[in-house]
C-alpha cells in the first residue's frame, strides 16, 4: 500500500507562493494523487488532482515527476484565506475489491499578514 | 442545494448509548465513504459502499455498522459508545471511476461523555 508522507506544517506570507510536497515512494500504477483542503469545522474540499506531469487549475498546479514517488501542491500567491490544512491522497485503485485510498496526516499552512 | 449533507451535526451521548447518524448526497454519485477524524486531524476512512454494496471495510470495530438503503444514503450505526469515539465523522461521495474525487459533507461532532 503507499504511503503517504507530507510536512506536519508550514508558515508563510500574503503574496508568496507555497509549494507543499507529498512523498509517496510505493505509489501503484493505477493510483492517482489528489489534494484536499481543510477548514476549521468543515469538511475536506477536492482541491486538484493529477496522473502525472503537471496540472493546473484556476486554484493550483501540482507537479508530480516521472517516477511519481512525490508531488508538489502549489500555491501561488496565497492570502490570509488559505490558511488550511491540507490533505495529499494516494489511491484509486480499480481491482475488484482491492480498493484502497490513503490520506496523509495533513499540512498545517499558515498564512501571515 | 447541499450536495452531501449529514444529520446531526452535534450529538452528546452517554457511554453505552446506541446513535445513528445519517448522510445523504445529491449528486446522483455511485459511491459513498465513511471517515473519523481524530482530535489530531488524522482522516481515517471507515467504510465505503458502492451502489449499496461495501466495498472498503477498514479495520474498525463491529460495533460500528453502516446502511445504505439506497445509493443516496448511507447511514452509520454506532452501537455501545464508548469514550474513544469521540471525534467527527464525516460523510463523503464520488463517482464510482474517481474515487479519488470526493464530496465531503460538513460533519458529525460526536462527543461521549
Known amino acids: 500500500l503507499a504511503k503517504t508522507t507530507q510536512p506536519i506544517s508550514m508558515d508563510s506570507y500574503e503574496g508568496q507562493e507555497v509549494n507543499i510536497t507529498c512523498s509517496h515512494n510505493?505509489?501503484?500504477?493505477?493510483?492517482?494523487i489528489t489534494w484536499y483542503q481543510q477548514f476549521p469545522s468543515q469538511g475536506p474540499r477536492f482541491i486538484i488532482q493529477?496522473?502525472?506531469?503537471?496540472v493546473t487549475n484556476e486554484v493550483a498546479s501540482l507537479f508530480i515527476p516521472a517516477d511519481r514517488k512525490s508531488s508538489t501542491l502549489s500555491l501561488p500567491r496565497v492570502s490570509l484565506s488559505d490558511t488550511a490544512v491540507y490533505y495529499c491522497?494516494?489511491?484509486?485503485?480499480?481491482?475488484?475489491?482491492?480498493?484502497?485510498?490513503?490520506w496523509g496526516l495533513g499540512t498545517s499552512l499558515a498564512v501571515n499578514p | 442545494d447541499t450536495a452531501v449533507s449529514q444529520t446531526p451535526k452535534y450529538l452528546v451521548t452517554q457511554m453505552g448509548n446506541d446513535k445513528s447518524i445519517k448522510c445523504e448526497q445529491n449528486?446522483?454519485?455511485?459511491?459513498m465513504y465513511w471517515y473519523k477524524q481524530d482530535s489530531k486531524k488524522f482522516l481515517k476512512i471507515m467504510f465505503s459502499?458502492?451502489?449499496?454494496?461495501?466495498?472498503i471495510n477498514e479495520t474498525v470495530p463491529n460495533r460500528f455498522s453502516p446502511k445504505s438503503p439506497d445509493k443516496a444514503h448511507l447511514n452509520l450505526h454506532i452501537n455501545s459508545l464508548e469514550l474513544g469515539d469521540s471525534a467527527v465523522y464525516f460523510c463523503?461521495?464520488?463517482?464510482?471511476?474517481?474515487?479519488?474525487?470526493?464530496?465531503f459533507g460538513p460533519g458529525t461532532r460526536l462527543l461521549v461523555l
Open positions: 463523503a461521495s464520488s463517482q464510482e471511476m474517481r474515487p479519488g474525487t470526493q464530496y
Open positions: 493529477g496522473y502525472k506531469t503537471k
Open positions: 491522497l494516494v489511491g484509486d485503485v480499480y481491482a475488484g475489491n482491492n480498493r484502497k485510498l490513503i
Open positions: 459502499y458502492n451502489n449499496k454494496e461495501l466495498i
Open positions: 449528486l446522483g454519485h455511485d459511491t
Open positions: 510505493n505509489i501503484a500504477t493505477n493510483d492517482y
